[in-house]
């Protein structure tokens, strides 16, 4: 490193040493899309850029949930040097716009009429004080369940809407000889599936704890019940989950190792690239007890502030490419999410994501729709993290039973606040 040229010490740090500086016409785009469905979604964006004469730099970090990318960014801005375009979760986009660091893109938002067809719901993580600071590329939710057609078959058909059927589905499962729930102990992976069972406990308990953050909720019986829910979830999966990324998880269902895996809708992107077929190979349903609601993460695009005027005018190129209602459908449909816009006709998509659509409309309307806690939309990163402590500890089996998960519960969010 001693005889190393700086600029060429900077490329390298910068991932692009092969791929040739980064030019003021390009934008440099750190992600966390690094999984077969994910990569095959981001690359619809890229050629889409590309046609239209944008290039790409590519910065991936892998890690599901964008913990690890969010690190990375925190480190590249400290050495005064953003990437150009982020993919952003809820809460960090606020915070990052509190903090003066992204781009304004109003004038385009407004030119474009961004706020006619962005969800209210969206809107309040891409807007700060008045001003657009981010271009939302879809809308993802959590309270899925994805579930192996030959597993559910062999285990009686029935397609599980209750917790009950839930626990009796996953028990003939387990007498058939396969793994019930295929998961990966990651913390954001334990979160997502809590969020689950949370929700299935009624939407006004979920709203009170998870988004009002309740501390006589979070720490009541009513949580002590979700955590023994969660706990009753565990036995059902296998010896080797700790660790486990999603889409390998996803990987079991789809090889017929394991009969479900809880998990947003970016899994629908591996069944997808993996040829699968809604209601032939697999069936996705709502967490049982959850239907009706809808808790949503949208990715979305900030652009972090540059001087340079080809520079800006990449990235109005990016913003502009993403919230394309052509783009989005196209987009969609791989990622496994549904469109960030009101206005794009589900026919493209397969029958998962028609119901995407439909049931986010339904719960947007009936007051059923929130954030997801475990995807940054329900409370900033201190609060989300204090809750991956807890929920992963709980899952590990660190508490001598539900009502001491849901006190220490209560306790870390009160701190974290
Ligand atoms: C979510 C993100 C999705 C998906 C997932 C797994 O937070 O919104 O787009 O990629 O993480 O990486």
Redesign the pocket.
């Known amino acids: 490193m001693k005889t190393m040229n700086k600029g060429f010490a900077s490329a390298l740090a910068l991932g692009v040493a092969l791929g040739g500086p980064v030019r003021a016409e390009d934008v440099e785009v750190l992600h966390?899309?690094t999984?077969g469905g994910?990569a095959a979604a981001l690359n619809v964006l890229k050629d889409d850029l590309g046609g239209k004469g944008t290039g790409w730099i590519d910065m991936p970090v892998a890690g599901?949930?964008?913990e690890a990318a969010m690190t990375a960014l925190r480190a590249r801005v400290t050495a005064g040097d953003p990437p150009t375009a982020v993919q952003m979760?809820g809460f960090d986009i606020l915070d990052w716009a509190e903090e003066d660091a992204l781009a304004d893109l109003t004038a385009t938002a407004t030119a474009e009429g961004w706020d006619q067809i962005v969800p209210t719901a969206l809107q309040a993580f891409s807007t700060y004080e008045g001003k657009w600071i981010a271009a939302p590329v879809n809308v993802?939710s959590t309270n899925w369940v994805w579930i192996s057609k030959a597993a559910l078959d062999a285990a009686g058909g029935k397609v599980p809407e209750t917790w009950d059927d839930l626990i009796a589905v996953m028990d003939a499962m387990k007498a058939n000889g396969i793994t019930p729930l295929a998961h990966g102990g990651q913390p954001w992976q334990d979160a997502t599936v809590f969020e689950g069972v949370v929700l299935s406990l009624g939407t006004d308990f979920y709203k009170a704890a998870l988004v009002d953050l309740d501390p006589a909720t979070l720490g009541g019986e009513k949580m002590a019940e979700a955590f023994n829910r969660l706990l009753k979830l565990r036995t059902y999966v296998d010896d080797n989950f700790s660790g486990r990324d999603?889409n390998l998880a996803s990987a079991m269902v789809i090889n017929g190792e394991a009969g479900m895996q809880m998990m947003?809708d970016?899994a629908k992107g591996e069944f997808v690239k993996a040829g699968k077929v809604p209601g032939t190979d697999f069936v996705c349903i709502r967490f049982p007890g959850t239907q009706g609601a809808v808790t949503f993460?949208s990715?979305q695009f900030a652009m972090f502030a540059q001087t340079d005027p080809a520079a800006q005018d990449a990235q109005v190129q990016m913003a502009k490419a993403i919230m394309d209602p052509v783009f989005q459908s196209a987009f969609n449909v791989v990622?496994g999410?549904v469109p960030a816009r009101t206005d794009v006709p589900d026919t493209a998509f397969d029958d998962c994501g028609k119901k995407g659509m439909k049931d986010l409309a339904e719960a947007n309307v009936s007051g059923g729709l929130f954030g997801s806690m475990a995807?940054g939309h329900a409370a900033p990163a201190s609060v989300k993290n204090a809750v991956y402590d807890v929920v992963t500890a709980a899952f590990n089996g660190e508490y001598a039973d539900g009502a001491s998960a849901a006190t220490a519960l209560a306790e870390a969010v009160a701190a974290a606040q």
């Open positions: 966390w899309w999984s994910e599901g949930g964008g979760l993802h999603w947003g970016w993460n990715d990622k999410s995807h």
